[in-house]
């Protein structure tokens, strides 16, 4: 169970509902999977179904009559139909479902005498540590969603939260998105960043990416698709975050206050702060500011990205004031060449 916990721990970092499960046979593991519904977009993809799949896979035979089947959440009606399909021996898990659960919260199919198969349950184990991760994810997903919900100021736009909703069939992760209102620098507009889920450390180096004058934070999506702490910001006006509806409120010196004041509320050994070369203005007023452990990297040209994706935050007129701003600012700090 308690590398059941560990699936669990997994699936909360990648920005799933946090439910591990394990499949053991004659004490070997020979299956470990956890929640996937948000990333493999899937209804079906809980972490018992996984499991099993895995599970059956392994042993080139979908009857596991002699596996016993770890979870850390009691399982739905779909996952207990599931555990009867195969024929399941055993199975375990930790901590009560009581508005879904299958194995007695709710109902209980396995006591169902008319069903052709009968599978030994146990509840209970780890229960405690079950629970308080998912109340501790589910305590961290509302925090979020409230500041998702934070007032929108009369000056400034945002996107619906139907368009932002269908960001993930552009194929940006609902989960990878994040929100703050707080930085004194925005006085009170909200900004938007992608992370991934990796945990930042106090002792690696997190990688910070910014867009260009065209695009937003969702032209990083590769490379916060890696094995590294990486976010990808939304300068105001740019992409979710809020947008001013007066170009004049955009200033260079602005923008860099706002990922200086960015930069600090994450925690890492140092970041690279990296943009495309057309931002190299912006990246020369952060270094002129001599943030302690804050290095910057000019990248080539901006990544590329489909243009569905790159218009999706700008839905009209007032919503490409940023991009103008930001545009009209990088042309007149380029040097006139003759």
Known sequence: MRLALDQAHSAALAGEVPVGAVVVRQGRVIASAHNSPLG?????AHAEVNALRAAAKALGNYRLEDCTLYVTLEPCLMCSGAVLASRLGRLVFGATEPKTGAAGSVLNVFTQ???NHQTQTTGGVLGAESAALLQSFFEERRKHHDQQRVPLREDALRLSDAATAAMANLGVPAQFSRYTQSLPALQGLRLHWLQNA????FDA?????LHGPNDWSAAYLDALHTGQAAVAVDLPGFGLSDKPKKETLHSVAWYAQVLAEFLALH???SFVLAAPHSM???????QEMNLP???VLTLGASPPMAQALRHAPYQD???EAGPRALRALLSASSPVRH
């Open 280 to 286: 190299k203005a912006v990246l020369a007023h952060v």
């Open 205 to 209: 180096e997190m990688q910070v990416f």
């Open 317 to 319: 007129k007032g919503h």
């Open 40 to 44: 493999s977009i899937d209804p079906c």
């Open 198 to 201: 990796v945990p930042p450390s």
């Open 267 to 269: 925690t890492a050994k």
């Open 293 to 295: 452990n804050v290095s």
């Open 113 to 115: 005498p008319q069903l």
